[in-house]
């Protein structure tokens, strides 16, 4: 696998192409400039609600100036995402989240504005042909009637709202960059430092004690500075109850609720499924410990690789074994694939200073630009696969929906990438070597493990942290530590054998400060793996469905949205046979190990 210093050493073919954002700086200050001018337009919109013509008005210039923007704000943050650190770029991302402001500034008129209005004159305006585009936005908006205030109260609410990213930031900086977590001699001799986003490849390589103690160097570190973590997670907590009932609502999770237009009981069949069926876990971590050929597993050993595939595979290797992994989803899929291919939507390399992860970045009028980090890895191809599925969910939802039902929600969002990550394993899984096939149950169970019972568990931890502070108490480290082991043993105490650190997980989940996030992940997981199973059957019926599941925009509910797919998200069934679909692949995964 080819290694670059810069970025300036990488080949064109593997850098992503920008220019249909804007071709050179020239133009992205000239539609920086124009795109001010609109904003202050649009400030003299106010009143515009009593004529549809006037408000079909103000909400196209609303659609056209927010997508100059978004083009604006996403090429400054993938520019600077190239090299981190050049002041330049900061100063032009910076530019773009001002810019945001004054746009907000200006439009935080129109929702108090239309909710002023009665329930007839509301729905005349809203039932008007000339908003027939804007009817479902539209309506939206007003069943929050009872939820929205003032103007001058929005206003206060949003920039109070705006310091909530506050507490993510200081968490993750507390996290990522403020700790010393010292340097682990590795076995060639070499010396790592020691982070929070390379612990788990480090350990891979570490014999059993020197693991332990790695475990063990890292956590003490995350112990020492968890007081800190809680008073900021507890203040982030706060602040949302606040706001909800602000609101008008009688908790941040009747929010949330309210603004899913789901019910509580959805949640509550999900979290029923996982922990009736924890015997699953045990039987998943029972064969890694065979496959390990360990007699005990502990927390230190969840990092190793049971395949031998040390195999490396160069990015067009990679390419061509994620378009016969696509295969199955049809020749006018895999036409998507190859345009994010022939485009080069890709930023495929790493060199030092580039940003480190790996995402799907789009906007309203740009289909999405993919950053990665490529290593000649199979965890990299997955990391293609899954972040195309988000690429390619977003050109159906572009070419068959307005502008403005194009963000969706994340309880759908995910359901392409992860049934494409399903679709890579089972590729393996059927036409793979042993090694590769082992590889392939390891992703599969990793990903689906890990995105339902985890996030299911996490999401039980996040509603009682929730309720707690709702009801008077303080987020504590003691808090913390006892709600995330009880956790943790409600699902492993009989897999895993526990130490002094598991209390500390917590610790390391930044998705809190992004609230109730972790749910959105098990549902989608569980639509996954039904869609992967359903479409390597050759079910042509449901392959339609899919189809017309990937083209829906954000005018349609989610829990409508995946009635298409034939899932009632209020029926436990569908999440126990999703689980006992996994049970079947650990039994297949422990056939293959014994083979």
Same mark, same amino acid.
């Not at 809203?126 to 939206?140: A, T």
């Not at 000649?376 to 159906?396: A, V």
């Not at 793996?529 to 349609?556: Q, T, V």
């Given at each position: 696998?080819?290694?670059?210093?810069?970025?300036?050493?990488?080949?064109?073919?593997?850098?992503?192409?920008?220019?249909? =954002?804007?071709?050179?700086?020239?133009?992205?200050?000239?539609?920086?400039?124009?795109?001010?001018?609109?904003?202050?337009?649009?400030?003299?919109?106010?009143?515009?609600?009593?004529?549809?013509?006037?408000?079909?008005?103000?909400?196209?210039?609303?659609?056209?100036?927010?997508?100059?923007?978004?083009?604006?704000?996403?090429?400054?943050?993938?520019?600077?995402?190239?090299?981190?650190?050049?002041?330049?770029?900061?100063?032009?991302?910076?530019?773009?989240?001002?810019?945001?402001?004054?746009?907000?500034?200006?439009?935080?008129?129109?929702?108090?504005?239309?909710?002023?209005?009665?329930?007839?004159?509301?729905?005349?305006?809203?039932?008007?042909?000339?908003?027939?585009?804007?009817?479902?936005?539209?309506?939206?908006?007003?069943?929050?009637?009872?939820?929205?205030?003032?103007?001058?109260?929005?206003?206060?609410?949003?920039?109070?709202?705006?310091?909530?990213?506050?507490?993510?930031?200081?968490?993750?900086?507390?996290?990522?960059?403020?700790?010393?977590?010292?340097?682990?001699?590795?076995?060639?001799?070499?010396?790592?430092?020691?982070?929070?986003?390379?612990?788990? $490849?480090?350990?891979?390589?570490?014999?059993?004690?020197?693991?332990?103690?790695?475990?063990?160097?890292?956590?003490?570190?995350?112990?020492?500075?968890?007081?800190?973590?809680?008073?900021?997670?507890?203040?982030?907590?706060?602040?949302?109850?606040?706001?909800?009932?602000?609101?008008?609502?009688?908790?941040?999770?009747?929010?949330?609720?309210?603004?899913?237009?789901?019910?509580?009981?959805?949640?509550?069949?999900?979290? &029923?499924?996982?922990?009736?069926?924890?015997?699953?876990?045990?039987?998943?971590y029972d064969v890694r410990k065979k496959g390990l050929?360990?007699?005990?597993?502990? =927390?230190?050993?969840?990092?190793?690789?049971?395949s031998n595939n040390d195999k490396e595979y160069s990015?067009?290797?990679?390419?061509?074994?994620?378009?016969?992994?696509?295969?199955?989803?049809?020749?006018?899929?895999?036409?998507?694939?190859?345009?994010?291919?022939?485009?080069?939507?890709?930023?495929?390399?790493?060199?030092?200073?580039?940003?480190?992860?790996?995402?799907?970045?789009?906007?309203?009028?740009?289909?999405?630009?993919?950053?990665?980090?490529?290593?000649?890895?199979?965890?990299?191809?997955?990391?293609?696969?899954?972040?195309?599925?988000?690429?390619?969910?977003?050109?159906?939802?572009?070419?068959?929906?307005?502008?403005?039902?194009?963000?969706?929600?994340?309880?759908?969002?995910?359901?392409?990438?992860?049934?494409?990550? $399903?679709?890579?394993?089972?590729?393996?899984?059927?036409?793979?070597?042993?090694?590769?096939?082992?590889?392939?149950?390891?992703?599969?169970?990793?990903?689906?493990?890990?995105?339902?019972?985890?996030?299911?568990?996490?999401?039980?931890?996040?509603?009682?942290?929730?309720?707690?502070?709702?009801?008077?108490?303080?987020?504590?480290?003691?808090?913390?530590?006892?709600?995330?082991?009880? $956790?943790?043993?409600?699902y492993y105490d009989e897999s895993i054998i526990f130490?002094?650190?598991?209390?500390?997980?917590?610790?390391?989940?930044?998705?809190?400060?992004? &609230?109730?996030?972790?749910?959105?992940?098990?549902?989608?997981?569980?639509?996954?793996?039904?869609?992967?199973?359903?479409?390597?059957?050759?079910?042509?019926?449901?392959?339609?469905?899919?189809?017309?599941?990937?083209?829906?925009?954000?005018?349609?509910?989610?829990?409508?949205?995946?009635?298409?797919?034939?899932?009632?998200?209020?029926?436990?069934?569908?999440?126990?046979?999703?689980?006992?679909?996994?049970?079947?692949?650990?039994?297949?995964?422990?056939?293959?190990?014994?083979?």
């Amino acid at each position: 696998m080819e290694h670059y210093d810069n970025r300036e050493s990488v080949p064109l073919k593997y850098k992503w192409d920008l220019t249909s =954002f804007f071709k050179d700086e020239e133009e992205f200050n000239q539609v920086f400039n124009n795109t001010k001018s609109k904003i202050n337009d649009l400030g003299t919109y106010v009143g515009c609600t009593s004529s549809d013509i006037k408000t079909k008005e103000f909400l196209d210039l609303y659609i056209e100036v927010l997508a100059d923007w978004e083009d604006l704000f996403v090429y400054s943050s993938l520019i600077n995402d190239e090299v981190v650190g050049i002041s330049k770029n900061i100063e032009r991302k910076s530019s773009c989240e001002l810019l945001l402001d004054e746009f907000n500034h200006n439009v935080n008129f129109f929702d108090p504005e239309l909710l002023k209005l009665s329930e007839e004159e509301a729905n005349k305006l809203i039932n008007s042909e000339v908003l027939s585009d804007y009817k479902f936005y539209l309506e939206n908006l007003y069943r929050n009637k009872d939820h929205v205030l003032s103007e001058k109260e929005e206003r206060i609410l949003n920039e109070f709202n705006s310091f909530s990213a506050t507490y993510h930031d200081m968490a993750s900086s507390l996290l990522y960059s403020e700790h010393d977590y010292g340097e682990v001699v590795m076995p060639d001799g070499n010396i790592k430092t020691l982070a929070p986003n390379n612990l788990a $490849s480090i350990m891979k390589k570490l014999p059993r004690d020197e693991r332990k103690k790695t475990r063990e160097q890292f956590y003490k570190i995350v112990d020492k500075y968890s007081r800190s973590n809680a008073l900021y997670l507890n203040e982030y907590v706060r602040m949302n109850e606040r706001l909800a009932l602000l609101r008008n609502h009688n908790s941040a999770w009747e929010e949330y609720l309210f603004n899913a237009n789901m019910s509580n009981n959805v949640f509550l069949k999900l979290i &029923s499924a996982c922990e009736k069926r924890v015997d699953v876990i045990k039987k998943y971590y029972d064969v890694r410990k065979k496959g390990l050929k360990l007699d005990e597993l502990h =927390f230190y050993d969840l990092a190793l690789d049971i395949s031998n595939n040390d195999k490396e595979y160069s990015i067009e290797e990679g390419i061509d074994i994620i378009k016969e992994a696509l295969k199955p989803l049809g020749d006018e899929y895999l036409s998507r694939f190859n345009k994010i291919i022939d485009n080069r939507y890709i930023d495929f390399c790493s060199y030092k200073g580039k940003y480190i992860g790996g995402y799907s970045f789009s906007t309203f009028k740009q289909e999405s630009r993919i950053l990665l980090s490529y290593n000649g890895d199979m965890d990299s191809i997955s990391t293609i696969i899954h972040e195309s599925g988000h690429n390619i969910h977003q050109q159906y939802v572009s070419e068959n929906n307005h502008m403005i039902y194009h963000a969706l929600d994340s309880i759908v969002s995910e359901v392409p990438s992860l049934t494409n990550e $399903s679709l890579l394993s089972m590729y393996l899984i059927n036409n793979g070597d042993k090694d590769e096939k082992i590889k392939g149950f390891e992703n599969l169970l990793m990903v689906s493990f890990s995105n339902l019972f985890d996030a299911v568990r996490e999401g039980k931890m996040e509603l009682d942290m929730y309720d707690y502070v709702k009801d008077g108490g303080m987020l504590t480290k003691e808090f913390m530590d006892n709600l995330a082991e009880e $956790s943790m043993k409600k699902y492993y105490d009989e897999s895993i054998i526990f130490d002094d650190y598991v209390k500390n997980s917590w610790v390391n989940r930044t998705h809190y400060f992004n &609230s109730f996030y972790l749910f959105s992940y098990a549902i989608c997981m569980c639509v996954a793996l039904y869609s992967c199973k359903k479409i390597l059957d050759g079910d042509k019926d449901y392959l339609d469905k899919y189809k017309k599941f990937l083209k829906l925009g954000a005018d349609n509910w989610s829990i409508d949205a995946f009635k298409v797919l034939g899932f009632d998200l209020e029926d436990e069934k569908i999440y126990l046979d999703s689980i006992d679909y996994l049970e079947e692949l650990v039994n297949k995964f422990d056939t293959v190990l014994s083979s």
